[in-house]
């Protein structure tokens, strides 16, 4: 297979892989304490070093979590805000972030308001700097999103918060391992990340950079209470840390991203976007003057499901979004699902070659209704829809 879904699980390079299955053999075979003995100073010191590195954080900064998302919730669903407070958030918002802000403002009576994009689907800049002052709390901005290849720009944005109180929260988890992430440059207090992406390790891992700033915050929240740091941090964690044997695989997977350049793959990008547009009937989901190694397309009259079952049938493995994962940008012609393609260091200029003619097939067989055979071995006709 043909690998262009990094975005969703970053195939895991060997070494990785290969640290996972020990650990979870020897976890098997002797148990978890045996297990934490062994990779102890892994799972509690060199992960963080790590993540320090990649992230160009001072020491002490970061924290585990089982994905970016809870990470964020932890973290942010006891802020105390008041009535006057604004939070201020975008259209490219994840659904799960949506959630905590909103539970954030159900509990404490702020106000959401969402920063308007312009013609071309760059945020508005002008208008941030034109709106904000000291009630605006809280503002959360995805670097990338989850079904557009836009990049925010989320350095300049903290450049223009940095004179005022609100805290700032980045949601790098489909950037991070793709391009440089940097919070010393981006100014942020909070920067959440899933490492099964473009880092390439195992599910189920997640982290947060959480500035000083924001700690100090969480410790005269009503959920902190003054709490010792590792007791205020243990209040926010919904669901059980990081397994240690998926610790220790993500270890070796920032391993191997240290190694690799800034951005390894860069050069890719164009012939991915050629290889869509060159396709009759194909539109591009692609907002913005800056676009990432993340490209959504769509097909205006055939279903994404069925396309996206073609190219399986190809060899060539890319994913389905729903608009629901980002609930407050505008659906492109009224459609609720798009097809996303997404490249990693290994992506040869052939694989977008082989995806190219693989993607054109795919359409003219699904316009002419062809039938594809399914994954059970039931007979599925390409119909058009949704």
Not at 20 to 45: K, N
Not at 183 to 212: K, M
Request: negative net charge.
């Amino acid at each position: 297979m043909i690998h262009l879904n990094t975005a969703g699980q970053g195939r895991m390079p060997d070494a990785v892989r290969t640290v996972l299955t020990e650990c979870v053999r020897l976890e098997d075979r002797f148990g978890p304490h045996v297990l934490e003995e062994r990779v102890g100073d892994l799972v509690h010191g060199e992960v963080h070093q790590r993540l320090e590195g990649l992230l160009n954080t001072p020491d002490g900064h970061t924290e585990l979590f089982t994905g970016g998302a809870a990470a964020f919730d932890a973290l942010v669903s006891g802020l105390t805000l008041g009535r006057g407070d604004r939070i201020w958030t975008t259209p490219y918002e994840s659904a799960a972030r949506l959630t905590t802000l909103r539970s954030v403002r159900d509990r404490t009576r702020c106000r959401i308001e969402v920063v308007p994009l312009r013609p071309d689907g760059d945020l508005d800049l002008g208008w941030m700097a034109a709106h904000i002052d000291d009630s605006v709390a809280l503002v959360s901005v995805v670097h990338v999103p989850a079904n557009r290849g836009i990049i925010n720009p989320v350095e300049d944005i903290g450049r223009l918060l940095a004179p005022h109180r609100c805290l700032y929260a980045v949601d790098a988890a489909y950037s991070l391992g793709q391009l440089p992430v940097d919070v010393s440059r981006i100014g942020c207090h909070l920067l959440t990340g899933d490492g099964w992406r473009f880092l390439r390790g195992p599910r189920a891992v997640g982290f947060a950079y959480v500035a000083p700033r924001l700690r100090e915050e969480l410790s005269r929240s009503d959920f902190g209470g003054g709490a010792p740091r590792a007791a205020a941090f243990a209040t926010r964690v919904p669901e059980p840390v990081p397994a240690t044997a998926a610790v220790a695989a993500f270890t070796s997977a920032l391993a191997h991203r240290a190694e690799l350049p800034a951005q390894p793959y860069e050069e890719l990008i164009p012939a991915l976007h050629c290889a869509v547009v060159d396709v009759p009937g194909l539109e591009l989901l692609a907002p913005g003057r800056y676009h990432s190694a993340v490209l959504a397309f769509h097909h205006p009259d055939l279903s994404s499901a069925l396309l996206r079952r073609g190219l399986a049938e190809r060899g060539v493995a890319v994913w389905k979004t729903v608009a629901e994962q980002t609930p407050l940008l505008d659906r492109p012609g009224g459609r609720a699902t798009a097809l996303r393609a997404s490249v990693y260091e290994a992506t040869t200029r052939q694989d977008i070659d082989a995806f190219a003619e693989a993607l054109a097939k795919t359409v003219a067989d699904v316009s002419s209704r062809r039938v594809f055979p399914a994954p059970d071995g039931l007979a599925r006709i390409a119909l058009v829809g949704s």
